[in-house]
């Protein structure tokens, strides 16, 4: 044995003597790295497989995105130990300096992002001057708003690399659809098993939605799962997105793959449909309705034929829900019916609507021109400066376009919404440059999510953009989006594969 092999051997010896002292017990550690032991044992394999991860951005990035799905399970079977919560932290950097040192990386921001990375230039640096007003309370709530906003916006550019191939492209949504198919089902098996499965042996200290049931007389006790995460809301959103990028996926794959994509999609959608949140039962279904149009936008005819499998699809759910859990089928029909069928005594859009109009009006009154600094409608607020038990006291207003208003008032406000729309209409004119093919498709797909993530849901919360899931997702499929012009011209530049005639013809036989 060499040198090298005998000391790499005695490395791999010693780590995983540490390692298991560390999990023991034997070896303390100080307080804030007394990690939970499956927090632990996946810093540590971070750790020791750096050289790698630094030298292939793509695994840190699957690594990243894994982790996602995980961390909230890991936290709230640890009491909700949030020292669990950086350990993305950790991946995510890992991710951004594999990113940094790759020369595929070298000016693909500006390339991706064109001219509207002007608008959210603007926006990051007006968020940095009312950083100024919430510093004298806080110094941490300045940074905790900005870091969830945008903490994740350099993965623009991992989505632009992956989606310069169609392939690359493929295998990305195909894997982002198992992994959400995956959560999906968790929560599907939760509505199923009840509120004890995966769930804390003990009530867990500022998690005050793990047990969330709604109900009215018209449709009983309706239950809405967590699946591996802390909230319903995150699992209604990680469900949404799933059913984007497996619908996505359904457009751009073939034979087995497709069958794959389409089962992730009806996980996915029987995950919303158990959720029982009613926006994002309405935005899974306009996703389907995009799905049923995109390849006639793409094709530029008719494509009726293609939505026959995703209306087989529909029918197969529900048969499967009416046959094997036929509660689920009944109540959350009878929920959704009373509350979003408009002509139900018991509907909620009047309600919502004021609600949310009123919030931004409000917002608008609170944060005047320039607001009353970043960070005070923040999500994590509650762990920071009040009681983790009663966040609602917290906040001042129930409304994402509010929310900006009461932080950076009403320019910063008005600098939301040039972004916005700059970033919507870079995406929409990138889906035009690709439209031509299934490529089209795709982003038809992926933009309409785009534009019901930035508008419809931001409408509503702004923790549905500041949430650490969806957000992630939004910069990185934004990227995906901004990268198909290039797909699309490098497909069309391949050359195609001789034919059999071709192939068997010597060089320079005469034609």
Known sequence: MTRTKAGFALIVV???????????????????LALPPAALL??????????????????????????????????????????????????????????????????????????????????????????????????????????????????????????????????????????????????????????????????????????????????????????????????????????AAALAATLLSRGRARIVAWLCAAIALAGIWVSGGRALFLLGAALVVLALLAPAFAERRQAFTRAVPIAALGMVLLFMFAIFVPHLLTNRLAWYQTTLDPRSPKNEWQYRWKVYGTGTINGLKIGGPFGVGTGQESLGKPYLVGDGDSPENLYQVESGYGSVAVEWGAIGLALWLLWSIGWFIHACSSVRMARDGPLGAVGFVLAGWMFLFLFVQFFTSYGSFQNYLGNAYFWFLSGVIFALPEAHRRARERPRSPSVKQRMEPVGAPT
């Open 14 to 32: 010693a780590a995983c003597v540490s390692l298991a002292a560390v999990l023991t017990g034997g070896v303390p550690l100080p307080g804030i």
């Open 42 to 243: 996946a810093v540590v394999l971070i750790l020791a497989s750096l050289p790698i991860l630094l030298m292939r951005w793509s695994l840190a990035l699957g690594v990243f995105f894994c982790w996602l799905m995980v961390e909230d399970l890991v936290r709230k079977l640890a009491g909700n130990d949030l020292k669990v919560y950086f350990v993305k932290d950790l991946i995510y950097v890992v991710t951004m300096i594999a990113l940094l040192v790759s020369p595929a990386a070298r000016g693909v921001w500006m390339r991706a992002t064109g001219r509207a990375r002007f608008a959210l230039y603007a926006l990051i640096a007006w968020g940095v001057v009312m950083s100024v007003p919430t510093v004298m309370q806080d110094w941490r709530l300045p940074l905790l708003g900005l870091r969830f906003d945008f903490f994740y916006a350099p993965l623009v550019v991992a989505g632009f690399l992956v989606a310069r191939e169609s392939e690359s492209l493929r295998r990305w949504l195909l894997a982002l659809a198992c992994l959400g198919a995956l959560a999906s089902s968790i929560g599907v098996a939760q509505a199923i098993i009840g509120p004890q499965f995966l769930a804390p042996e003990q009530p867990t200290p500022g998690l005050i939605n793990l047990v969330t049931v709604r109900e009215l007389p018209e449709t009983g006790p309706v239950y809405r799962p967590t699946g591996p995460f802390v909230d319903p809301g995150r699992y209604a959103v990680m469900a949404a997105t799933t059913v």
